[in-house]
Antibody, heavy 122, light 111 residues
Framework: EVQLVESGGGLVKPGESLRLSCAAS???????????MTWVRQAPGKGLEWVGH??????????EYAAPVKGRFTISRDESKDTLYLQMTSLKSEDTAVYYC??????????WGQGALVTVSS | QSVLTQPPSVSGAPGQRVTISCTGSSSNIGAIYHVHWYQQVPGTAPKLLIF???NRPSGVPDRFSGSKSGTSASLAITGLQAEDEADYYCQSYDRSLTASVFGTGTKVTVL
C-alpha cells in the first residue's frame, strides 16, 4: 500500500519561507519514479485547490504551477530518497492551508498523504 | 476560483439515491479530459472515488457511479448509507489554464 507522509508544516510570518517534504513508500508495480507528483491545498473551511506538479524523470521532470503560487513556490523531487518537496517563499496569509501530497496518474490523484498544516500569520 | 461548479449540498434518507452534478466548459470537461471524483470525510484526506468518468478503484462500493456528457458530469450514490456523509469533489484538467481543476465541492448529508 502506497504511503505518503508530509512534514515541515508550521506557523510562519508573512514574507517568510517554508519547505514541506513528502516521503513516499510502499510502491509495488509502479514506483515513485514512475509517478507525476502533485501538491493540493485546502484553506480552512474551503475546497481543494491544485498547487502544482512535477513530472516523472522519464517525461522530463518539469514543473507546472497554479497562477496564485507561480514564481513563489518550487516543487522538486529526490528519486534517491523517494521524496517530494514544496519550497514556499514570500508566503501570504492566503497561503494558509493544509497541503496534501499526491501521486498523479493520467491526470487523477490516486494516493494522498494525511496533509501538513501551514499557517501564515503575524 | 473553481472553474467546475457543483451544488453546495445534497441530502437524502438512508437507502435513497442522490446525484451530484459537476458543470464545466469546453476547455475542461467538454474537451478530451476525463472527470474524476473524490470523497473527503471531515478531518481526513480526500480519497479517490471515481476515475476516468466512470471507473471505481478497487475497494470502492458499486453504490458509487459516475457519468459524463458534454460539459457536465455526475456522481450518483445509490442505497445511501450513513457512512457516505462527506464532501465530494469533481476534478478534471483545463487546457486553457494548463492546470488541474477541482469542483466547488458538495456536502452530502444523510437525513
Amino acid at each position: 500500500e502506497v504511503q505518503l507522509v508530509e512534514s515541515g508544516g508550521g506557523l510562519v510570518k508573512p514574507g517568510e519561507s517554508l519547505r514541506l517534504s513528502c516521503a513516499a513508500s510502499g510502491f509495488s508495480r509502479l514506483g515513485f519514479t514512475d509517478f507525476y507528483m502533485t501538491w493540493v491545498r485546502q484553506a480552512p473551511g474551503k475546497g481543494l485547490e491544485w498547487v502544482g506538479h512535477i513530472k516523472n524523470i522519464r517525461d522530463g521532470g518539469t514543473t507546472e504551477y497554479a497562477a496564485p503560487v507561480k514564481g513563489r513556490f518550487t516543487i522538486s523531487r529526490d528519486e534517491s530518497k523517494d521524496t517530494l518537496y514544496l519550497q514556499m517563499t514570500s508566503l501570504k496569509s492566503e497561503d494558509t492551508a493544509v497541503y496534501y501530497c499526491t501521486t498523479e496518474y493520467f491526470y487523477y490523484f490516486n494516493h494522498w498523504g494525511q496533509g501538513a498544516l501551514v499557517t501564515v500569520s503575524s | 476560483q473553481s472553474v467546475l461548479t457543483q451544488p453546495p449540498s445534497v441530502s437524502g434518507a438512508p437507502g435513497q439515491r442522490v446525484t451530484i452534478s459537476c458543470t464545466g466548459s469546453s476547455s475542461n470537461i467538454g474537451a478530451i479530459y476525463h472527470v474524476h471524483w473524490y470523497q473527503q470525510v471531515p478531518g481526513t484526506a480526500p480519497k479517490l472515488l471515481i476515475f476516468d468518468d466512470s471507473n471505481r478503484p478497487s475497494g470502492v462500493p458499486d453504490r458509487f457511479s459516475g457519468s459524463k456528457s458534454g460539459t457536465s458530469a455526475s456522481l450518483a450514490i445509490t442505497g445511501l448509507q450513513a457512512e457516505d456523509e462527506a464532501d465530494y469533489y469533481c476534478q478534471s484538467y483545463d487546457r486553457s489554464l494548463t492546470a488541474s481543476v477541482f469542483g466547488t465541492g458538495t456536502k452530502v448529508t444523510v437525513l
